[in-house]
């Protein structure tokens, strides 16, 4: 019988995932690594799956010639060389395997820094130069030092046992690492990442890199640090400034730093960091254990199969794990949950409890679970991890210490439909509510506060005491800035109480503006979000 599917790898896989694959002749299996791009258009539009590594750029013009392609497969963590949203608007599944490589990496980051720290690489090159000398490579001990920690997900927290195991004291950035989550794992959770800096001894980075982490160690934070720090990175080139630390590590306010990752990779032959004695550095390696490998392979091929063959959908980055007909269904709520969620992330404060989820109408008494993973999901992707997915979500956010609950109500509201998601921490509750008006999102109500805002583009939120003349007054500090209203929503629950006012705007207010609301004694909050 000739197989129904045909899957096309191009940069290589575990032999078990191969077999996985092949297993029931229900899809057959072309190997084709080192494609050029001319080469892959050429033959992609041949082939229902296309299972990469980091190699292959899976770009717009290949997503284009993909004319039966149902699903990608990035065996490996992440999914930066593949064109999501191409993807999407073609209706293909992208899928990764999160969490595949996390003992590998993190192995390797607790290597790196032990090799930076006893001078490993620098010794065995003066022993294989058939040198005896010991004075020069005199290192340091780990025992007793503080390890700073960026990034808590799923990498960071395997480098903090391995790290509190070794004896030192782990100190550690995480927007939504919870304070009770830290504690479990011994952990001291630091608010800012400036302010981390300063205790430590040794730095890992463990963040994606997004535009607010692009350069996030760069000449001016790494004054910040410690005199003699040393840096590992791991994660994603860009996140550690080269040109900066080439001249920290020169001037000493750096004493080693090891790296895996480059802004450019492979980097240039004549990459200045590559001369320095005191820089250990390899080519990618995060994830090259056999153990690792042989297991993303068969992850993603499992996925491939299982989708293909039943429709079943499995770490999917751009779709919910449901099927079509259901899909079509949800779609305009989770939409709608998308959005709220990013709302609420941006007003929370940084670092979550719990997050509860409430459903009111009969359309969510068929299965919440995809809107509930949705907004979990979108809600943990304003922390930087960008390997969340409707999948994951939940045991990420367990992982994080936050606690989700979900749950229907029968009362009375004043619409057929409607979502609150609502967050508590510590010092205070936050909580949106949206609905559908003609299949479209809204947002309806604010901490209580009733509001009814399209949920789209630039938004602006100020709580203020209410009293005569604010809503002029703003409308001139934004025009004076050249910043155009496009719609406004006003809400107070008693005249002279707090007032809440959210505006749509076309562009961007500036810092200026911002910091001229805010001198206003009776203004009590801004807050800008971008859906």
Same mark, same amino acid.
């Given at each position: 019988?000739?197989?129904?599917?045909?899957?096309?790898?191009?940069?290589?896989?575990?032999? #078990?995932?191969?077999?996985? /694959?092949? +297993?029931?002749?229900?899809?057959?299996?072309?190997?084709?690594?080192?494609?050029?791009?001319?080469?892959?258009?050429?033959?992609? *539009?041949?082939?229902?799956?296309?299972?990469?590594?980091? @190699?292959?750029?899976?770009?717009?013009?290949?997503?284009?010639?993909?004319?039966?392609?149902?699903?990608?497969?990035?065996? *490996?963590?992440?999914?930066?060389?593949?064109?999501?949203?191409?993807?999407?608007?073609?209706?293909?599944?992208?899928?990764?395997?999160?969490?595949?490589?996390?003992?590998?990496?993190?192995?390797?980051?607790?290597?790196?820094?032990?090799? !930076?720290? +006893?001078?490993?690489?620098?010794?065995?090159?003066?022993?294989?130069?058939?040198?005896?000398?010991?004075?020069?490579?005199?290192?340091?001990?780990?025992?007793?030092?503080?390890?700073?920690?960026?990034?808590?997900? #799923?990498?960071?927290?395997?480098?903090?046992?391995?790290?509190?195991?070794?004896?030192?004291?782990? =100190?550690?950035? %995480?927007?939504?690492?919870?304070?009770?989550?830290?504690?479990?794992?011994?952990?001291? !959770?630091?608010?800012?990442?400036? %302010? !981390?800096?300063?205790?430590?001894?040794?730095?890992?980075?463990?963040?994606?890199?997004?535009?607010?982490?692009?350069?996030? /160690?760069?000449?001016?934070?790494?004054?910040?640090?410690?005199?003699?720090?040393?840096?590992?990175?791991?994660?994603?080139?860009?996140?550690?400034?080269?040109?900066?630390?080439?001249?920290?590590?020169?001037?000493?306010?750096?004493?080693?730093?090891?790296?895996?990752?480059?802004?450019?990779?492979?980097?240039?032959?004549?990459?200045?960091? +590559?001369?320095?004695?005191?820089?250990?550095?390899?080519?990618?390696?995060?994830?090259?254990?056999?153990?690792? @490998?042989?297991?993303?392979?068969?992850?993603?091929?499992? @996925?491939?199969?299982?989708?293909?063959?039943?429709?079943?959908?499995?770490?999917?980055?751009?779709?919910?794990?449901?099927?079509?007909?259901?899909?079509?269904?949800?779609?305009?709520?989770?939409?709608?949950?998308?959005?709220?969620?990013?709302?609420?992330?941006?007003?929370?404060?940084?670092?979550?409890?719990? /997050?509860?989820?409430?459903?009111?109408?009969?359309?969510?008494?068929?299965?919440? +679970?995809?809107?509930?993973?949705?907004?979990?999901?979108?809600?943990?992707?304003?922390?930087?991890?960008?390997?969340?997915?409707?999948?994951?979500?939940?045991?990420?956010?367990?992982?994080?210490?936050?606690?989700?609950?979900?749950?229907?109500?029968?009362?009375?509201?004043?619409?057929?439909?409607?979502?609150?998601?609502?967050?508590?921490?510590?010092? #205070?509750?936050?909580?949106?509510?949206?609905?559908?008006?003609?299949?479209?999102?809204?947002?309806?109500?604010?901490?209580?506060?009733?509001?009814?805002?399209?949920?789209?583009?630039?938004?602006?939120?100020?709580?203020?005491?209410?009293?005569? *003349?604010?809503?002029?007054?703003?409308?001139?500090?934004?025009?004076?800035?050249? =910043?155009?209203?496009?719609?406004?929503?006003?809400?107070?629950?008693?005249?002279?109480?707090?007032?809440?006012?959210?505006?749509?705007?076309?562009?961007?207010?500036?810092?200026?503006?911002?910091?001229?609301?805010? @001198?206003?004694? %009776?203004?009590?909050?801004?807050? =800008?979000?971008?859906?």
């Amino acid at each position: 019988m000739a197989a129904k599917f045909k899957a096309l790898i191009t940069d290589g896989l575990a032999d #078990r995932g191969v077999e996985i /694959l092949i +297993r029931d002749g229900v899809i057959s299996v072309d190997k084709k690594p080192g494609l050029k791009e001319e080469e892959l258009l050429q033959i992609i *539009g041949d082939y229902d799956a296309l299972i990469v590594r980091s @190699q292959t750029k899976v770009n717009a013009k290949v997503i284009a010639a993909a004319k039966k392609l149902k699903v990608v497969g990035r065996a *490996g963590v992440g999914v930066d060389n593949v064109d999501t949203e191409s993807a999407t608007s073609r209706g293909i599944i992208v899928m990764n395997t999160p969490g595949g490589n996390t003992i590998a990496t993190a192995e390797l980051t607790f290597t790196m820094m032990m090799a !930076l720290t +006893r001078k490993i690489p620098q010794a065995h090159a003066s022993m294989v130069a058939g040198k005896w000398d010991r004075k020069s490579f005199e290192g340091t001990e780990l025992y007793g030092k503080t390890l700073g920690i960026i990034g808590m997900g #799923r990498i960071g927290s395997e480098v903090a046992r391995r790290a509190i195991a070794f004896g030192m004291r782990v =100190v550690a950035f %995480d927007p939504f690492l919870s304070l009770s989550r830290a504690k479990q794992m011994q952990v001291e !959770l630091i608010d800012k990442v400036n %302010d !981390l800096l300063p205790h430590a001894d040794y730095i890992t980075v463990h963040t994606p890199l997004t535009a607010e982490t692009k350069n996030l /160690l760069n000449s001016q934070t790494l004054k910040l640090c410690k005199t003699g720090v040393r840096l590992v990175n791991c994660a994603r080139g860009g996140l550690i400034n080269e040109t900066d630390l080439y001249e920290a590590l020169q001037n000493g306010q750096v004493a080693g730093a090891a790296l895996d990752v480059y802004e450019k990779e492979p980097p240039a032959e004549d990459l200045p960091l +590559r001369k320095l004695p005191n820089v250990v550095l390899t080519p990618h390696l995060g994830a090259s254990t056999a153990e690792a @490998q042989e297991s993303v392979g068969i992850e993603v091929a499992e @996925q491939i199969f299982d989708y293909l063959t039943t429709g079943t959908v499995r770490n999917a980055v751009n779709a919910p794990s449901v099927d079509a007909k259901t899909l079509a269904i949800l779609g305009p709520h989770l939409n709608l949950a998308d959005k709220l969620a990013k709302i609420l992330a941006q007003l929370a404060p940084k670092r979550v409890d719990s /997050l509860q989820i409430t459903f009111w109408g009969k359309v969510y008494d068929e299965d919440i +679970r995809p809107i509930a993973r949705t907004i979990v999901k979108s809600f943990l992707e304003s922390a930087g991890d960008n390997d969340v997915n409707q999948v994951n979500a939940l045991s990420l956010a367990e992982h994080l210490g936050i606690k989700i609950e979900t749950m229907k109500n029968s009362e009375d509201v004043n619409y057929t439909e409607m979502v609150k998601i609502s967050v508590k921490s510590a010092e #205070r509750e936050i909580s949106v509510c949206g609905t559908l008006f003609a299949h479209e999102p809204r947002l309806v109500s604010v901490n209580g506060k009733n509001v009814e805002v399209t949920p789209e583009g630039i938004l602006f939120f100020m709580e203020n005491t209410d009293r005569p *003349g604010v809503v002029g007054w703003l409308g001139t500090i934004m025009g004076k800035h050249k =910043v155009n209203i496009a719609n406004m929503s006003l809400s107070r629950i008693k005249q002279g109480g707090h007032a809440l006012t959210v505006l749509n705007l076309d562009s961007e207010p500036t810092a200026e503006a911002l910091a001229e609301i805010r @001198q206003d004694k %009776d203004i009590l909050n801004v807050q =800008v979000v971008k859906v």
